[in-house]
Structures are given as structure tokens and as C-alpha cells.
């Protein structure tokens, strides 16, 4: 098992560019989440799904940011228009049962200039 | 509501110690509470997890926690520490009737194990 798998590793941007960050779960996983983590305010749930049907996006900041799951195994986090506060290591999640453990992938590190 | 403190933001402790590494959470009824591990530029790492059952709970590289319901704590241990634990420690909780798989985490411990 591959585990899950996040692209790209590393982005930087300018203010204002669109930024989508990709997500592929661990196959047969029915939860999917996106968290945030910063210095300042450690990790930060953004939004879960659970069999692709988003399920609490309470977490994600405003409308700049957007998160889809197309299918089983893809998920995107869109940030438009990205501003330097966005910067952050992006994480993904998967998990398979209710209080099973969550699988993390090794992230996304954004940049915003 | 729920809710996690890790009250110390860095533990140090020398090699071949006994390590302790605090958690409080809080929670409406029972909790489902966990420990993960994060290393430099990777993701978080599962640990070890206390669902129901016995209050001491073994996971893995000879870690393990204790739960305390009177205390509201599940404090990770370790009775000797190596160079190589040294990382950046979670502590997380959910309520057993939270309908989804959502954890809330804790802002973290850095653990340095010296030589």
C-alpha cells in the first residue's frame, strides 16, 4: 500500500494565483480530511468527507477556498485567490472506519509571495 | 465540544530515561483518544489508541498510554528513551457518538532526547 499520497510536495505562488493541492486516499478508506498546520495555530481541520459527500467544512477559512472529491480516490483543496496568510503545510488524511486511525500523507507546503 | 491540552510544549529528556508526555482532553460521554508522532517534513504518524477496554494501552516502538477518566488525561510514556524518538508528539480525541471520524488535536509537544 502506497499510503496517501499528496502532489505537489512543494508550491510557491504569487498573491492572488489559484492554487489546487491533490489528495489520493488509501483505496477502501471511506473518510477523507484536509487539515492545516501552522506555527501558530498547529493543525486545523479544513474539511472532511465520508463516502466523497463532504460532511463538515466548518474548518475552511472563507470562500477562497474550495475542496472537491470527484471520486473514491481524488480529492483537490482549490485556494482562489491565494494571500501570503495562506501559507502552510497542507495535509491530507484518510481513514477507514469511525474510530479507526487516521493515515496521513506527507503534505503539501505552500508558499504564498 | 471537544477538546485537547498538551501543556508542555517541549519535554527534554536524556537518553536511556523514562519519558512522560502529557495529555488532558475533553469531551461529551466517552472518548476515542490517540496519539500520533510527526517527523520532519512528514506526515503524522498513528501511535497508539485507547478505544475501550484495558486503560493501559501498548502501541508501537515500545510507546504507551494510560488512560485516567477521573483525570481526563491519556499521558504517552515510554520507560526509555531513545535519540531517535526525538520529533513532534499529538495527543487527539473524539467523542465515541461523533457520528463522523473527526479528531481534534492537540497543539503539540516536541520531545528532545539528548545522548
Known amino acids: 500500500d502506497a499510503g496517501v499520497i499528496q502532489s505537489p510536495r512543494h508550491e510557491v505562488t504569487e498573491m492572488g494565483q489559484e492554487v489546487t493541492l491533490r489528495c489520493k486516499p488509501i483505496s477502501g478508506h471511506d473518510y477523507l480530511f484536509w487539515y492545516r498546520q501552522t506555527m501558530m495555530r498547529g493543525l486545523e481541520l479544513l474539511i472532511y468527507f465520508n463516502n466523497n459527500v463532504p460532511i463538515d467544512d466548518s474548518g475552511m477559512p472563507e470562500d477562497r477556498f474550495s475542496a472537491k472529491m470527484p471520486n473514491a480516490s481524488f480529492s483537490t483543496l482549490k485556494i482562489q485567490p491565494s494571500e501570503p496568510r495562506d501559507s502552510a503545510v497542507y495535509f491530507c488524511?484518510?481513514?477507514?472506519?469511525?474510530?479507526?486511525?487516521?493515515?496521513f500523507g506527507n503534505g503539501t507546503r505552500l508558499t504564498v509571495t | 465540544a471537544q477538546s485537547v491540552a498538551q501543556p508542555e510544549d517541549q519535554v527534554n529528556v536524556a537518553e536511556g530515561n523514562p519519558l512522560t508526555v502529557k495529555c488532558t482532553y475533553s469531551?461529551?460521554?466517552?472518548?476515542?483518544l490517540f496519539w500520533y508522532v510527526q517527523y520532519p517534513n512528514r506526515g503524522l504518524q498513528f501511535l497508539l489508541k485507547?478505544?475501550?477496554?484495558?486503560?493501559l494501552v501498548k502501541g508501537s516502538y515500545g510507546f504507551e498510554a494510560e488512560f485516567n477518566k477521573s483525570q481526563t488525561s491519556f499521558h504517552l510514556k515510554k520507560p526509555s528513551a531513545l535519540v531517535s524518538d526525538s520529533a513532534l508528539y499529538f495527543c487527539?480525541?473524539?467523542?465515541?457518538?461523533?457520528?463522523?471520524?473527526?479528531?481534534?488535536f492537540g497543539g503539540g509537544t516536541r520531545l528532545m532526547v539528548k545522548p
Open positions: 469531551v461529551s460521554g466517552n472518548p476515542y
Open positions: 487527539a480525541v473524539r467523542a465515541w457518538n461523533n457520528a463522523g471520524n473527526m479528531l481534534t
Open positions: 488524511a484518510s481513514s477507514g472506519i469511525s474510530n479507526s486511525p487516521l493515515h
Open positions: 485507547y478505544i475501550t477496554g484495558d486503560n
